[in-house]
């Protein structure tokens, strides 16, 4: 994302310098850069959303706060003859 930025400045400089016909190609690559580091950007955040819910769920198993569901998922299943005395 860094070196993208970067870029896309280098690219604008080019463009204001420039009053050529090569000043809207210098353009369009600038957009085209901005619009892949945004995208970028938006894959990361929705990446580290994933990582932060399930930081939160490890701490709260961490802290003692029991899950049902992990609970009921850990216990053995039985038939009801098992569980049921004759």
Same mark, same amino acid.
């Not at 016909?21 to 959303?49: D, P, Q």
């Not at 569901?69 to 569980?83: D, K, T, V």
């Given at each position: 994302? $860094? +070196?993208?930025?970067? @870029?896309? !400045?280098?690219?604008? !400089?080019?463009? =204001? #310098? +420039? @009053?050529? #016909? &090569?000043?809207? $190609?210098?353009?369009? *690559?600038?957009?085209?850069?901005?619009?892949?580091? /945004?995208? $970028?950007? &938006?894959?990361?955040?929705? #990446?580290?959303?994933?990582? =932060? !819910?399930?930081? &939160?769920?490890?701490? /709260?198993?961490?802290?003692? #706060?029991? +899950?049902?569901?992990?609970?009921?998922?850990?216990?053995?299943?039985?038939?009801?003859?098992? *569980? *049921?005395? &004759?």
């Amino acid at each position: 994302m $860094a +070196d993208t930025c970067g @870029q896309i !400045e280098a690219i604008l !400089e080019l463009a =204001v #310098e +420039d @009053q050529s #016909e &090569k000043r809207a $190609a210098y353009i369009r *690559i600038a957009l085209n850069l901005s619009a892949r580091g /945004t995208k $970028a950007i &938006k894959m990361f955040l929705s #990446e580290w959303r994933v990582l =932060v !819910e399930e930081s &939160k769920r490890e701490r /709260t198993h961490a802290i003692g #706060e029991p +899950d049902i569901a992990l609970i009921l998922n850990s216990m053995p299943a039985h038939s009801a003859s098992e *569980i *049921i005395p &004759k």
